[in-house]
């Protein structure tokens, strides 16, 4: 339980959950219920660069895999990192807290860092709508003179 400097404690907020329809690129502290469509892992070589990859763990090489999740609403593209890689099995039902919208090619990747948390639930009762893929849609960054 946190606690304020006087020692009296913190009320916790409660998570305010949206659906996928409502993500919108550049935002962050989304609290989400997913269920997991497909998932592929995305080989060290397709990734680019040499050297240790900015996600290294250690001296191994970090694991990435591209995962299609969604609810009632839409679909969108999650990128998971290491352990996240394990908890993503298609079918499977998941709540991400504190995840954030990453922009890749200019279209929306939703993630989340070592600050969020990937937690698996029990099953969901809904069908992901996939053919509202907002990872599909493509974005054009436009400087706005004043």
Known sequence: MATAKGGEKLALRKPVFVKVDQLKPGTTGHTLTVK???????????????????FAV??????????????ETAAIVFTARNEQVDLLKPGSALILRNARIDMFKGSMRLSVDKWGRVEVTEPANFTVKEDNNLSLVEYELVNVAE
């Open 36 to 54: 997991v469509v497909s998932a592929s892992p995305v080989p060290a070589r397709a990734r680019g660069g040499g050297g240790v990859p900015a």
């Open 58 to 71: 250690g001296s191994r090489p970090a694991r990435i895999a591209e995962c299609l999740v969604g609810d």
